[in-house]
């Protein structure tokens, strides 16, 4: 099987590769990573120089590097590639449109015309928008609130019309809140961990009572195989845990965990438009692939803290560099 993996240096992207080269040591993976503020080549030292584990430098908006590399011959293509930050995308949408939109129809035209036998979009939750009760299923309509969303929703749409125009392969995910090693500090969880570290005040949007189900990012990368495996072509597969949570309630638990005063919340202004809660019904993919998650909550949660203090060095590089003048403009008028 030989994988183009996109996006392949970030947070799940390389989760993900390091998962493929566990469980399928014989799969062949070629990584397209353009290395924005998000791609740390860090993230994947220990398989860089791996047989098996090529890397390339590019966009996945380039057409032209995108058709060279596909006349390689690929089986199946897994698109992590996405600018993924909501906070960001409303700072300036710009690089969302470009980036996932117009990139992920530039791939879908290649897997279109180079005869790709498996399209994975990797997907989010976020273009459901937000459900007070109940759970979104993949019939549920799509109502996206931030230009993030909006543009992952582009995305999925063009799947879907390459899918009945074309004939292109595609199945979209959409996953849930993610967390685990190597995710980039501006999300929550790292975010907190590391703020917590450094006793600086942890921001709280609005009044902390925005909802977000929490999946361990190993169980999303087995979903993800599983539906490389199994999954019906132009399927739409939800991936979520059932651990719904707080923001309140999670950092209240990571600041409990590292020991650290309750007093460091800090309560901010909200984000615009800010999605109150989401929530999935995951039966599709239980059902027809087998797949559920692992990982208890609670195990994932303290893995992951560990991680963050196991590795101080990988989040402080990152903190004193782009990071920091974003946090700046972030925060300081908050
Ligand atoms: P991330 O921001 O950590 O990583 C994104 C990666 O994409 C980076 O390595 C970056 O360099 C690369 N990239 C950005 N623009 C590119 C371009 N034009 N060409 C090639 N590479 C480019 O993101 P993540 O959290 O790992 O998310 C990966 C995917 O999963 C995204 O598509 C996101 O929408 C989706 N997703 C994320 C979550 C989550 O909780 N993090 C949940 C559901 C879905
Ligand atoms: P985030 O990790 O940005 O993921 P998403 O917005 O895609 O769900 O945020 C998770 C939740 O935490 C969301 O409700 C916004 C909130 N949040 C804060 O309260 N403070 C913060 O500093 C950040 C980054 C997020």
Known sequence: MKLLVTGGVGFIGSNFIRHIRQEHPDWEITNLDKLTYAGNLENLKDIQDQPGYHFVKGDIADRKLVDKLLSQGFDVIVNFAAES????????????????????????????????????????????????????????????????????????????????????????????????????????????????????????????????????????????????????????????????????????????????????IQFVTDRPAHDRRYALNCARIATELGWKPAYSFEKALSATVDWYLKNESWWRSIKSGEYSRYYKKMYLKR
């Open 85 to 264: 930050h909501v906070d960001r995308s409303i700072l300036d949408a710009s690089p969302f449109i470009e980036t996932n939109v117009k990139g992920t129809q530039v791939l879908l035209e290649g897997a279109k015309r180079h005869g790709i036998q498996r399209f994975i979009q990797v997907s989010t939750d976020e273009v459901y928008g937000s459900i007070d009760s109940g759970r979104f299923t993949e019939e549920s309509p799509l109502s996206p609130n931030s230009p993030y969303s909006a543009s992952k929703t582009a995305a999925d749409l063009l799947c879907r019309a390459y899918f009945k125009t074309h004939h292109v392969p595609a199945i979209v995910t959409r996953c849930t809140n993610n967390f685990g090693p190597y995710q980039f500090p501006e999300k929550l969880i790292p975010l907190a961990v590391t703020n917590a570290l450094e006793d600086k005040p942890v921001p709280v949007y609005g009044d902390g009572l925005n909802i977000r189900d929490w999946i361990f990012v190993t169980d999303h990368c087995r979903a993800l195989d599983a539906v490389i495996q199994k999954g019906k072509l132009g399927e739409i597969y939800n991936i979520g845990s059932g651990n719904e949570k707080t923001n309140l309630e999670l950092i209240r638990k990571l600041l409990e965990q590292l020991d650290k005063p309750q007093s460091l």
